[in-house]
T-cell receptor, first 116, second 107 residues
């Protein structure tokens, strides 16, 4: 099946710093990528939909100025957590939708962010 | 917001016992997908059901899609410790995951 990678797999940062997470589709071009966050023992919560070449669509309650999403190419989307705080600590997972598909998503391995 | 509910939220079973999780949607789904997430891991796609009343099997796992395409179930026969994890459903035309069922298998 299709492969989606994320980098880094985990990161620890100090409060107030910014962290960039990369999501890459390795063997297909993805016009649409999705960013989720997951708190311990909870389900995945969709944060935003990232479309190549256009602005991301954010879910209600997600601060677009805090969670900057850039989908500069058909194989790369980035999520930057700006001025991170301990409450931003979470598991961030991206997924990518292959061309021609409306339902299928392939998930990256996730990035565990810990903000001290 | 989320329109897909799963029950139960948690399930502890003795190894060898059967396990079932149910997924219920308030709206008709074009299809339904099931994922498994091991502790500390990411969701892994298991299967997709498309047709009304469809039943699919993967070894000890049986997946069913309801006639009205609003509910689905995942049944595991004779659980093993390798079945431990959280099972999520997702409506194909929605980007929201079900609330998940966390399965613990006691050896």
């Amino acid at each position: 099946g299709a492969v989606v990678s994320q980098h880094p797999s985990w990161v620890i940062c100090k409060s107030g710093t910014s962290v960039k997470i990369e999501c890459r589709s390795l063997d297909f071009q993805a016009t649409t990528m999705f960013w989720y966050r997951q708190f311990p023992k909870q389900s995945l919560m969709l944060m935003a939909t990232s479309n190549e070449g256009s602005k991301a669509t954010y879910e209600q309650g997600v601060e677009k100025d805090k969670f900057l999403i850039n989908h500069a190419s058909l194989t790369l989307s980035t999520l930057t957590v700006t001025s991170a705080h301990p409450e931003d600590s979470s598991f961030y997972i991206c997924s990518a939708r292959p061309p021609g598909s409306t339902d299928t998503q392939y998930f990256g391995p996730g990035t565990r962010l810990t903000v001290l | 917001g989320q329109q897909v509910m799963q029950i139960p939220q948690y399930q502890h079973v003795q190894e060898g016992e059967d396990f079932t999780t149910y997924c219920n949607s308030s709206t008709t789904l074009s299809n339904i997908q099931w994922y498994k997430q091991r502790p500390g891991g990411h969701p892994v796609f298991l299967i997709q059901l498309v047709k009304s009343g469809e039943v699919k099997k993967q070894k000890r796992l049986t997946f069913q899609f309801g006639e009205a395409k609003k509910n689905s179930s995942l049944h595991i026969t004779a659980t093993q410790t390798t079945d431990v994890g959280t099972y999520f459903c997702r409506g194909g035309n929605q980007f929201y995951f079900g609330t998940g069922t966390s399965l613990t298998v006691i050896p």
